[in-house]
């Protein structure tokens, strides 16, 4: 007859199963660790946040500013027009225009015209004329219209005021 072999031993599934529990309540431990200290944490920085609000200083109240009259807009507004000339254009128009012979005595500008007011001066009217009709040639300025001329004695010389009126 041949051998029969008995085993009383439990099935492999529960010698398979075993460890795998073993390790998943391994995990299960470790993660809940893990969890714990992610609380103390967020707990200790919380206690921290507080502190630094107690301790620092509190926001200066906000300062209202009154709402412009009409008048005071209309001075800003004037004001910032009055900055935004084209400054480097007209003064550089008025120099390629000048002669050597004619001195730039005053500079208006008139921001809301548009409008620029030059007094020039010279020793000769000629050079008077050829100054405005060089000015009048110039690409940034529209219109040339001659305002005054005065002949003054001592020294013997010539003023002239001129409007330039310039493309925006």
């Known amino acids: 007859m041949s051998r029969v072999r008995i085993d009383f031993a439990p099935a492999a599934r529960w010698r398979i199963a075993a460890p795998a529990l073993l390790g ?3 995990l299960a431990i470790i993660l809940g660790a893990l969890g714990q200290l992610a609380k103390q944490r ?5 206690v921290l946040r507080a ?3 107690a301790s620092s200083t509190p926001a200066a109240p906000r300062v209202q500013f009154p709402q ?4 005071q807009a209309e ?5 910032i027009t009055q900055l935004n000339l084209p400054w480097p254009a007209l003064l550089d128009a008025l120099d390629a225009a000048r002669p050597a012979d004619v001195a730039l005595l005053r500079i208006e500008p008139r921001a809301r015209q548009r409008n620029l007011r030059v007094v020039a001066e010279s020793e000769r009217a000629d050079a008077l004329f050829d100054f405005a009709d060089a000015l009048g040639k110039q ?3 529209v219109r040339l219209r001659p305002v ?3 002949r003054l004695d001592s020294p013997a010389r010539v003023q002239a005021a001129f409007d330039l009126e310039w493309r925006p």
């Open 24 to 26: 998943l309540l391994v």
């Open 139 to 141: 690409a940034v300025f």
């Open 51 to 53: 502190q630094q609000l």
């Open 68 to 71: 412009p009259t009409p008048e």
């Open 75 to 79: 001075l800003v507004n004037a004001a």
């Open 148 to 150: 005054s001329q005065v």
């Open 42 to 46: 967020e707990s200790a920085l919380a």
